[in-house]
């Protein structure tokens, strides 16, 4: 995915400016800011679900609106923040829907695609849940149905925003685990929005700080992560240390 001369806007308020922006198989890249940067609004522009202001978007070279959605969904996959279950399916009809973009005329799920959406659910620890109505789950059980979708997609671009949301702690360190091995042993290539610096730097291979005046800052998380890079970012003043062979990120008080 590549993103050149960029602007994102919210009503007259420009969130992001310029941006030259290129993501290649098998990063894995951070996106960062405090509340109201545009990290959300530039994952939904970046995905196709919102128009651009200003700039291009382009997959493969080609750009996204120009893409035919099952076309498009094939080579990316979306994580929303938050989700409403209106209906009562359970959580394997939930993953198998994300097979939809592979089915061309057909109607039917094939048996690959049930034992794709068998082997997401055991992936994530919610094998047990196959029958369970999603809207009877926890936050937790519910997300982890929700990136399980994502792994039967099988796109090779994944937008994340905020995918540890709700989950415990076991849970937050093997989902990001499961992303650094996709990235890692596929290939795939993903963007996640993050808050935790902590959780993003143990897995990320690149970082993009939004500023949330619309400047921006892109490139490896060595070189971008920094206590003062994130410090400006973030509105408040980090410290880095070294812990146990990790970096680890502290406010200060």
Not at 97 to 105: C, E, L
Not at 120 to 144: F, I
Not at 163 to 191: E, T, Y
Request: glycine letters at 8%; proline letters at 3%; a negative charge.
């Amino acid at each position: 995915m590549q993103a050149r001369k960029l602007d994102v806007y919210v009503g007259k308020r420009c969130l992001v400016r310029d941006l030259e922006w290129q993501v290649q198989p098998g990063e894995c890249w951070c996106v960062i800011g405090r509340n109201g940067a545009g990290k959300s609004t530039l994952l939904r522009t970046l995905a196709g679900l919102r128009p651009i202001d200003v700039g291009q978007v382009s997959m493969h070279g080609k750009d996204v609106g120009a893409w035919p959605l099952a076309e498009l969904a094939r080579e990316r996959s979306f994580l929303a923040q938050g989700r409403v279950d209106a209906f009562a399916y359970t959580a394997i009809e939930t993953v198998l829907s994300a097979r939809h973009p592979y089915h061309d005329s057909r109607y039917w799920e094939s048996p690959e695609d049930i034992a794709l959406a068998h082997a997401a659910l055991q992936e994530l620890d919610v094998a047990d849940l196959a029958d369970r109505d999603v809207r009877s789950l926890s936050g937790g059980e519910r997300q982890r149905v929700a990136i399980a979708a994502l792994l039967a997609q099988d796109a090779g671009l994944m937008l994340l925003d905020e995918p540890a949301n709700a989950l415990d702690l076991a849970h937050q360190v093997s989902v990001m685990q499961l992303f650094a091995r996709l990235c890692r042993q596929q290939h795939k290539a993903v963007v996640m929005v993050s808050h935790d610096l902590n959780l993003a730097y143990s897995i990320a291979t690149h970082a993009l700080l939004l500023m949330g005046d619309g400047a921006w800052q892109a490139g490896t998380a060595a070189e971008v992560m920094t206590a003062n890079r994130l410090s400006l970012c973030l509105g408040h003043p980090i410290e880095m240390f070294r812990h146990g062979g990790q970096t680890v990120f502290l406010p200060q008080h």
